[in-house]
């Protein structure tokens, strides 16, 4: 042992067992306290680490307890003499760390003898135990930029247990992981984050994080001034997107919904409804499309469609049937089916028939001509459609069905046309519809994407330009938040899965209050978003998509996203349920670490998972600016002096839907 060994020894192994060390401190020490040869250390913390050296190795040991005289020693309490008295540190071992250099390593191969030496962590022992030495490296071959480094750890906040200390996480491994950031209201999670996209971001040498892309679903309105600071130009942009309610915020054009997503909003039941809606949505892209093929089948649709409207059509509601013959016409004409067909047999607007006695069965003799045999039903590509077009197509496709023999199929879809009337008039869903020049003005799905990742096409390429994206859902119920964060991660992971080469862009998705749509039951909403967060969870590593999950309870979350997270950040919680999941997903953590949770302090947060070896206690780095979660100050608030007037905006009240705007979806 070296002679700054020595200098730094506390006190004196006296039991050795597999899972358990005793030291005693050598006599003299005083309130646990060691003055050593670089400082004064007070060793008497729990969870702090003390190196007891065996052969060329020191074996690594947390100290589990404390206490001032062995348990098992004779004598009576009375005569106990505290100055006097041994003191004595139980210690668990935990791994192995080379003497002269090297890597930490679990699990113990080799034990101390009796009366070994004990001492304690310097800070680059800890580094080495922690794997987070050489926070900085240079960034190497083929960088052009003389001296520029990047981050391989960044700092998180400081050791509770050990002085001054750093904590740190190794990048790689916290961000190419799911995170989960969990703690009870008030604990400080908001902060948590932003302080770490903070220390992140703010790196003050080249290479700055210019190819990092942060989509945050901010459901509380409330990073927008803790974030927005970052950007500089030529290394960091924020970009803040509003979500509230009407069109002139952020809009997600309602094509870009798949099959399935539309099936949930208009809550279509499976055997009646859902293959209408599957034919509708497939007429708004045939009636679209321009090959020959797509156009003798739009003849055969349209054709089916009137042949039907013609059927029985002498009775009550002739006329609206001729109408919608004629409607049919003047929107979706074709070279064979169009105005001029219906004019050449003499039609009477007025009366809904011909004027010529065989007009209606020649101009029939012309329109089934265009029957055909076997047709496929065509297939929804998402090629871009109104509202209105949606409507119609829907009543062609009612049509249809009735032509092949199901008459009462409008009886049984008549809910499903009510909840997409109801869904084209609430006013919450205006950022989602595109009706006339909307429709033409959209972006495509690609150019929406990359505008969500914030990326700038430039030539026949993109360029990052945003790296922190932030989507504000503050003014929006959780309705919505589950279809936009549903919707768009889905068209995320899409994009990663079919990008070559594969795993080139990372993209992590920044979930707050996660628990209010991510959670471990059904969603009482239409948009399920917990499906596609829990495939993400399982296979979003592969293709550089990840998530990071901030939540107040976490037995509320879904379980299979918190099972694939790799890192967790916890804060003081309190709840049993919620403590209890803490436990069963987190299986390797001892029952003394998780006891800390209900006690930690506000800004003190437990961190373990793959990017540090061994769970630590610290203190999070101050977040400067703060995020719009303060505590409201309440004594201020309710005591002051007559006539003061309120500090507060008051907006319009946003319109509430009618009541029977809600019946079909209860």
């Known amino acids: 042992m070296s002679h700054d060994d020595r200098k730094r020894a506390i006190g004196k192994v006296v039991s050795v067992a597999a899972d358990r060390f005793v ?20 060793v008497a913390r729990l969870g702090s680490f003390l190196m007891i050296p065996a052969q060329t190795e020191y074996v690594v040991g947390e100290v589990i307890g404390l206490r001032e005289r062995d348990a098992t020693a004779p004598g009576d309490r009375g005569d106990f003499d505290r100055a006097g008295s041994a003191k004595y540190l139980d210690v668990v071992p935990v791994g192995m760390l080379p ?19 004990a001492l304690y962590a310097l800070d680059d022992e800890l580094d080495r135990i922690f794997d987070t030495d050489n926070a900085i490296e240079a960034v190497p071959a083929p ?19 050990f002085e001054d200390y750093e904590v740190k996480v190794r990048l790689n491994e916290f961000f190419g992981g799911h995170v989960a950031v969990l703690g009870n209201t008030g604990s400080g999670k908001s902060c948590t984050v932003a302080s770490i996209l903070q220390t992140l971001f703010r790196k003050p040498t080249e290479h700055h994080a210019r190819g990092a892309t942060f989509v945050v679903f901010d459901v509380n309105g409330e990073y927008h001034e803790a974030l927005s600071p970052l950007a500089k130009p030529g290394r960091i942009g924020v970009k803040r997107v509003v979500l509230d309610g009407t069109t002139a915020g952020f809009r997600l054009p309602h094509w870009f919904l798949e099959m399935s997503e539309w099936e949930l909003l208009l809550q279509a039941s499976e055997r009646t409804q859902l293959p209408v809606l599957r034919t509708a949505l ?33 009775g009550d509601g002739s006329v609206s049937k001729f109408q919608r013959v004629v409607s049919l016409l003047q929107k979706y004409p074709t070279k064979d089916l169009n105005m001029a067909l219906l004019n050449k047999f003499g039609p009477n607007m007025q009366y809904g028939n011909f004027t010529g006695a065989n007009g209606q069965a020649l101009f029939l003799t012309e329109v089934r001509k265009k029957l055909r045999e076997d047709v496929p039903l065509p297939a929804y590509t998402r090629t871009p459609f109104s509202f209105d077009e949606l409507h119609e197509c829907l009543d062609f496709a009612i049509l249809y069905e009735e032509a092949h023999g199901n008459r009462q199929i409008r009886d049984y879809c008549s809910a499903m046309v009510t909840r997409l009337k109801s869904l084209q008039e609430r006013v919450e869903y205006a950022f989602l519809r595109h009706e006339g020049t909307d429709v033409a003005s959209a972006p495509s799905d690609l150019d929406f994407l990359a505008d969500i990742v914030g990326l700038d096409a430039k030539g026949t390429g993109y360029a990052k330009c945003d790296q922190i994206i932030i989507i504000d859902l503050n003014s929006v119920e959780d309705e919505i938040v589950e279809l936009v964060s549903a919707v768009i991660a889905r068209m995320l992971f899409r994009l990663l899965r079919r990008a070559e080469p594969r795993n080139r862009f990372p993209i992590h998705l920044l979930l707050e209050e996660a628990h209010r749509y ?6 009482r909403f239409s948009i399920d978003a917990t499906k596609i967060f829990e495939r993400i969870a399982k296979e979003g590593r592969k293709y550089g998509m990840f998530v990071m999950l901030a939540s107040q309870r976490p037995s509320e979350l879904s379980k299979t996203v918190l099972s694939q997270c790799s890192n967790f950040l916890v804060h003081r919680i309190q709840n049993p ?27 003190h947060a437990l961190v373990f998972g793959t990017s540090v070896n061994l769970p630590t206690t610290f203190k999070v780095g101050q977040a400067s600016p703060r995020p719009r979660s303060d505590d409201t100050a309440v004594v201020d608030l309710w005591f002051h002096e007559e006539g003061r007037m309120a500090d507060l905006h008051l907006g319009p009240p946003a319109a ?4 029977d705007d809600f019946s079909d979806f209860v």
């Open 143 to 161: 960088c052009q930029t003389p001296g520029a480094d990047r981050f391989k750890a960044i700092p998180i906040g400081k050791s509770v247990v």
């Open 656 to 659: 509430e839907p009618d009541e």
């Open 99 to 117: 003497m002269d250099g090297g890597s930490f390593r679990f699990g113990v191969s080799i034990f101390p003898s009796l009366y070994a030496d």
């Open 518 to 523: 991510i959670a471990s039951t059904p969603s």
């Open 577 to 603: 349920d919620d403590l209890s999941q803490i436990r069963q997903m987190t299986p390797f953590i001892s029952d003394a670490v998780l006891k800390r949770l209900p006690s930690l302090p506000r800004q």
């Open 282 to 314: 497939g007429l708004t892209s045939l009636f679209h499309a321009k090959t020959s093929d797509a156009l003798a089948l739009r003849e055969h649709f349209i054709a089916t469609c009137i042949v039907e409207c013609f059927r029985g059509a002498d």
């Open 23 to 42: 030291v005693e401190m050598h006599a003299g020490t005083d309130n646990f306290t060691v003055v050593g040869f670089d400082d004064v250390h007070y």
